[in-house]
Antibody
Framework: EVQLVESGGGLVQPGGSLRLSCAASGFTFSSYEMIWVRQAPGKGLEWVSYISSSGGTIYYADSVKGRFTISRDNAKNSLYLQMNSLRDGDTAIYYC?????????????WGQGTLVTVSS | DIVLTQTPLSSPVTLGQPASISCRSSQSLVFSDGNTYLSWLQQRPGQPLRLLIYKISNRFSGVPDRFSGSGAGTDFTLKISRVEAEDVGVYYCMQATQLRTFGQGTKLEIK
């Protein structure tokens, strides 16, 4: 069974940093692209970042470019999101999800999310 | 950037009746490989996001056949043939042709 479990969320002051993790199981993690998506309270979904299966190709939304860094450790079946210079507008539930270009099933599996609250 | 516009934003439906959600893209979603990477996702309270439909009309694993997708180019539709109580939630269209964009979401509720 495919499982994605996010962790690392919490309350942080504006300007602070946080590192999110996504633990994957039930599939060959190193074969799949991964994304981070966030959802502000009561709002819709916003794509944050993408990383290819090898980690060699990375993209970011303009809203987080230069502040967030996506990475992965295929040996540990883990995806990460390092978030620096956090702003009030970054408050959201952060989800990791699995992509599969070859089947076209983008966002095929999702985690339950981890809540990040940026507030003084 | 590609913008996806969903209509309606709210859809009250009677149990057993059909429902339809539209998603319009600001530009063609046909990728260079000839595929159109338009998907539909379901978000139910307390549940993980769920992929329902991928590449316009393909049902994902375990998705009931009352869900169907159609469309081409810039106009797409999700249809539920007979709404059940468990279908209550928010539905998003999503494109993966150019980075990633989501529609605003359509809230499906029972009348």
């Amino acid at each position: 069974e495919v499982q994605l479990v996010e962790s690392g969320g919490g309350l942080v002051q504006p300007g602070g940093s946080l590192r999110l993790s996504c633990a994957a199981s039930g599939f060959t993690f190193s074969s799949y692209e991964m994304i981070w998506v966030r959802q502000a309270p009561g709002k819709g979904l916003e794509w944050v970042s993408y990383i290819s299966s090898s980690g060699g190709t990375i993209y970011y939304a303009d809203s987080v470019k230069g502040r967030f860094t996506i990475s992965r450790d295929n040996a540990k079946n883990s995806l990460y999101l390092q978030m620096n210079s956090l702003r009030d507008g970054d408050t959201a539930i952060y989800y990791c999800a699995r992509d599969d270009y070859y089947s076209g099933t983008f966002g095929g599996y999702w985690g339950q999310g981890t809540l990040v609250t940026v507030s003084s | 950037d590609i913008v996806l516009t969903q209509t309606p934003l709210s859809s009250p439906v009677t149990l057993g009746q059909p429902a339809s959600i539209s998603c319009r893209s600001s530009q063609s979603l046909v990728f260079s490989d000839g595929n159109t990477y338009l998907s539909w996702l379901q978000q139910r309270p307390g549940q993980p996001l769920r992929l329902l439909i991928y590449k316009i009309s393909n049902r994902f694993s375990g998705v009931p056949d009352r869900f169907s997708g159609s469309g081409a180019g810039t106009d797409f539709t999700l249809k539920i043939s007979r709404v059940e109580a468990e279908d209550v939630g928010v539905y998003y269209c999503m494109q993966a042709t150019q980075l990633r964009t989501f529609g605003q979401g359509t809230k499906l509720e029972i009348k």
